[in-house]
Structures are given as C-alpha cells and as structure tokens.
C-alpha cells in the first residue's frame, strides 16, 4: 500500500512538471507551489544577458564553420533593431507571467510594431497567420531581413511545388533572381503575390 501511494504521489508531482516543459518560469511557479523554500528566480536582466551570451557563442561558432567551409558570397546578417537596443520588454512580459513570457501570442506578436505589413487583398498564408517564425528568426540572423535561410532558399522550405512557368523560373532563379525580387512574401494585388 505505502509503495503504490509514493507512486501516486510522484505522478501527481511529476506530471504537471513533465507538462510544463523546460522553461524555467513555468518550473519555477510548480515547484513554488509544492514546495518551500525554493530559490528565487534570477533578475530579468540576467536572462536577456544569458540570452544575448548564447547568441554570441552560436555567431563564434557559426563563424569558425564559415572560415573551415566559406561561401562564394558572404551573406549580411541582420538583427531586430528592439532586440539590438536591448529593449526587450517590448516583445517579453518583465514578470513572465505567462509560459510564453510573451505581451501576446507568438501569432499576434510581430502585428504589435508591424500592423500594415498584410497592406493587401491577398495574404500569403504564413504571414496571415502570424507564423513569422516560418522565414525570420526574433533576435540575430546570419541573412538579411532576419531571414532564417538564404534568401534564394528560403521559399523552398514549404514550396516544392512544380512552378507555374517553370522554364522562366528557372532562367531568372538561375541569373540570381531570388523569389521575393518578383513577389511579395506578406500580401499582394494578385494572388501570385507579384510587385
């Protein structure tokens, strides 16, 4: 009997841990809630300072792997300008008072500072959505316009699709045209999305 009630009770316990995932705010608020005497959580400042170190360790580590295999044609980073100005409470909650510790919901989040970005009729799914996350990275990128991957690249994630014109899209993808030199990746007039 005693041995099936510690069971219990560890499942009781372990399970809404195992639930809350690895962020330290939602584990920090469960083992608060059980349990006394728990550490209190570092300062706000120390996780963005954390955030930015890590950032730095991966741009080192990223650049060794550029100078052992280096590309044709270095591409330009970019970074988010709030992000560089250290103004972090405009995407993050200061108390982190939600899971996501974000002011709104991932997918209501880059509409905040870029309201008009969907300005036409025809939205490309994505970005109706909110799954900014899809081609741009929040912080740093290693390409322009926070892109997550080579610009020539990055359509190819979801689209592999036989093109509409495939002998012209060859040619022009072929001269370094990239996708978003002739449509627009937001929203368009056309449903093509083309400028």
């Known amino acids: 009997m005693g041995m099936r009630y510690l069971r219990q009770a560890f499942w009781m316990l372990a399970l809404p841990a195992l639930l809350t ?3 330290p705010t939602a584990r ?29 360790r991966l741009s080192a580590a990223e650049a060794v792997v550029q100078v052992a295999a280096p590309k044709a044609a270095p591409a330009k980073g970019s970074s988010h300008p709030p ?18 510790g974000l002011i709104k919901a991932e997918s209501e989040l ?13 939205a490309h799914g994505p970005a109706a959505e909110g799954a900014c996350l899809g081609c741009h990275l929040p912080h740093e990128a290693g390409f322009p316009s926070l892109l997550a991957r080579d610009p020539g690249k990055v359509c190819d994630k979801c689209h592999g699709e036989p093109r ?10 072929a001269s370094g045209v990239f996708c978003q030199d002739c ?12 400028k």
Do not use: W
């Not at 880059?110 to 025809?122: E, G």
């Not at 449509?183 to 083309?194: A, C, K, M, Q, V």
């Open 110 to 122: 880059c509409f905040v500072c870029h309201p008009k970005i969907l300005k036409h009729r025809f």
């Open 28 to 56: 920090h608020r469960f083992l608060t809630t059980f349990f006394n005497e728990v550490p209190t959580l570092p300062p706000m400042e120390q996780y963005c300072e954390e955030s930015r170190e890590n950032q730095k």
């Open 21 to 23: 995932g690895c962020d």
């Open 83 to 100: 992000y560089e100005e250290k103004r972090c409470k405009g995407c993050h909650q200061e108390n982190k008072t939600s899971v996501s």
């Open 164 to 173: 509409l014109a495939r002998a012209m899209h060859d040619r022009i993808k």
């Open 183 to 194: 449509h627009d990746p937001h929203s368009g007039t056309s449903r093509y999305f083309l």
